[in-house]
T-cell receptor, first 110, second 116 residues
Framework: QKEVEQNSGPLSVPEGAIASLNCTYS??????FFWYRQYSGKSPELIMF????GDKEDGRFTAQLNKASQYVSLLIRDSQPSDSATYLC??????????FGRGTQLTVWP | DAEITQSPRHKITETGRQVTLACHQT?????MFWYRQDLGHGLRLIHYSYGVQDTNKGEVSDGYSVSRSNTEDLPLTLESAASSQTSVYFCASSVSRNSGSSGEQYFGPGTRLTVT
């Protein structure tokens, strides 16, 4: 059973702060890692993907991957109220399908 | 621009009826997926396809079927709708990486299905 675990939250941070979202996975064969943002009533939107150990930065978002610890995280710098959403972690093994965590609800208050 | 569309966006049907949800993508992706999303369960995989004529069962496939006759479409059929199938359904597509793992997966807007 391939599992992806996320803190369900809710995570609440003030505007301008760094939001840190964490995810662990059980399958050591996992090779692709994704973060999706989902606003209420909308479909998941891909915001970051990472394939190699280390950090990957895209604007205010940084994805961090540590395969040895089976851990992937998403940092959101200078958080904005528009970042308030549920963030889904997804992990792919060698068979091409994704395994999703249940998501972490983030609220950024002004 | 390439996109993935779903229709209808909202559907109300009665128990026992057959229902088909459409999914169409213009990304030219080989891989297509159907998920359902319910409170407390997150996204659950129903069926998926790695190419034309290929279909595979996901973790909650009972009562659902799919067929893949071309690259662009993967319709999802509920053979005999049940109230437990009331949910939001998402279609997604992706390419495969050389390693066999999934590349970026893109989602359609979703279909909200209510079975009365």
């Amino acid at each position: 059973q391939k599992e992806v675990e996320q803190n369900s939250g809710p995570l609440s941070v003030p505007e301008g702060a760094i939001a840190s979202l964490n995810c662990t996975y059980s399958d050591r064969g996992s090779q692709s890692f994704f973060w999706y943002r989902q606003y209420s009533g909308k479909s998941p939107e891909l915001i970051m993907f990472i394939y190699s150990n280390g950090d990957k930065e895209d604007g205010r978002f940084t994805a961090q991957l540590n395969k040895a610890s089976q851990y992937v995280s998403l940092l959101i710098r200078d958080s904005q109220p528009s970042d308030s959403a549920t963030y889904l972690c997804a992990v792919s093994s060698t068979l091409g399908r994704l395994y999703f965590g249940r998501g972490t609800q983030l609220t950024v208050w002004p | 621009d390439a996109e993935i569309t779903q229709s209808p966006r909202h559907k109300i049907t009665e128990t026992g009826r057959q229902v088909t949800l459409a999914c169409h993508q213009t990304w030219n992706h080989n891989n297509m997926f159907w998920y359902r999303q319910d409170l407390g369960h997150g996204l659950r995989l129903i069926h998926y396809s790695y190419g034309v004529q290929d279909t595979n069962k996901g973790e909650v496939s009972d009562g659902y079927s799919v067929s893949r006759s071309n690259t662009e479409d993967l319709p999802l059929t509920l053979e005999s709708a049940a109230s437990s199938q009331t949910s939001v359904y998402f279609c997604a597509s992706s390419v495969s990486r050389n390693s066999g793992s999934s590349g970026e997966q893109y989602f359609g807007p979703g279909t909200r299905l209510t079975v009365t």
